[in-house]
């Protein structure tokens, strides 16, 4: 069986963001790291080995040249190889042409899984996932806090206030899977300096016979018109309890009008 994570490059969460004259995040001026949330799907994709499933684990992203760190970081977790897509073609896409891309790279591939992360922690628009599943034509289930995989089907835990939900799909399919479903592990230094040996493909727009107008900044339905950036926080108000805590913090809270 074929899983195949996908995994995003973003700016690290500590890193401040520099946008290019056309608004689009200067990636290669930004110190980035495997976007957080996708070390759920790989935890996932991990213990489903762990389980018993008899599976060959790959990565797949779509960034710039340093995008590579995001799929190092990955195989030092577990994997066996990694597809790094990259062209300059590809700068300013938006949701659309990632998942065409991404949905050309797994026919090109195969697959029998693909599991994503619930959102980027940059764009964090929680569409991708669902997008390439519809760019495949297979069954997508989004929001899994744990799965499970039998024979020829995916079963998907999902979890809201009100209830616990089982949703069964045929493979191959999508997954996307929650930061609620279990903590990520850490890769050990072994790991770290084995995941240097493993395989890891590039691939161009060329390599998947995606035409350069079809992606890009030009190919984008959705464009970002301005940036502004978040303005300075202001100091809060500190109300020191002298016997009247009480009466001031609901004064506070009528006045804000919050009560
Ligand atoms: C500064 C900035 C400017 C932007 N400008 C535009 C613009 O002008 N027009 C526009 O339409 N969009 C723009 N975007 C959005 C950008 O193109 C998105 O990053 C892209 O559409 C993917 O969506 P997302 O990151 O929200 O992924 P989500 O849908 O939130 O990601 C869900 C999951 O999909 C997978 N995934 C997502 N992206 C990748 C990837 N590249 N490789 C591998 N797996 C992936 C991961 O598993 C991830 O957890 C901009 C983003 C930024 C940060």
Redesign the pocket.
């Given at each position: 069986m074929r899983i195949v994570?996908?995994?995003?490059?973003?700016?690290e969460p500590t890193a401040s963001?520099h946008?290019a004259d056309?608004?689009?995040?200067d990636r290669d001026e930004i110190a980035g790291c495997l976007?957080p949330?996708?070390e759920y799907?790989i935890e996932q994709a991990l213990r489903l080995i762990e389980a018993g499933v008899d599976a060959e684990i790959s990565f797949?992203?779509?960034?710039p040249a340093r995008?590579a760190e995001a799929l190092r970081k990955a195989l030092s977790l577990g994997g066996d190889r990694a597809v790094h897509?990259t062209d300059g073609g590809l700068r300013?896409?938006?949701?659309?042409?990632?998942?065409l891309?991404?949905a050309t790279a797994l026919r090109q591939m195969g697959f029998d899984l693909v599991?994503?992360?619930?959102?980027?922690t940059?764009?964090?628009?929680?569409?991708?996932?669902?997008?390439?599943a519809a760019r495949l034509q297979v069954p997508v289930i989004a929001g899994a806090v744990g799965l499970q995989v039998t024979g020829d089907t995916v079963t998907v835990r999902r979890e809201s206030d009100e209830a616990t939900e089982e949703v069964v799909a045929e493979l191959p399919a999508v997954v996307?899977i929650t930061d609620r479903s279990g903590e990520a592990r850490y890769p050990s230094f072994k790991a770290i300096v084995a995941a240097k040996k493993k395989p890891v493909t590039t691939w161009s727009l060329a390599d998947l016979g995606i035409a350069p107008d079809q992606v890009g900044?030009g190919a984008?339905?959705?464009?970002?018109r301005t940036?502004r950036p978040r303005p300075a926080r202001v100091a809060g108000t500190v109300i020191t309890d002298e016997g009247d805590g009480a009466v001031a913090l609901a004064d506070f809270l009528t006045t804000s009008k919050l009560l």
């Open positions: 994570v996908l995994v995003k490059y973003v700016p963001w946008f056309d608004f689009t995040l976007s949330l996708d799907p797949l992203t779509m960034g995008a897509v300013g896409s938006d949701a659309l042409a990632t998942s891309v991404l599991l994503t992360g619930m959102a980027s940059d764009a964090e628009m929680s569409v991708v996932g669902t997008m390439v996307s900044a984008a339905n959705t464009i970002v940036v």
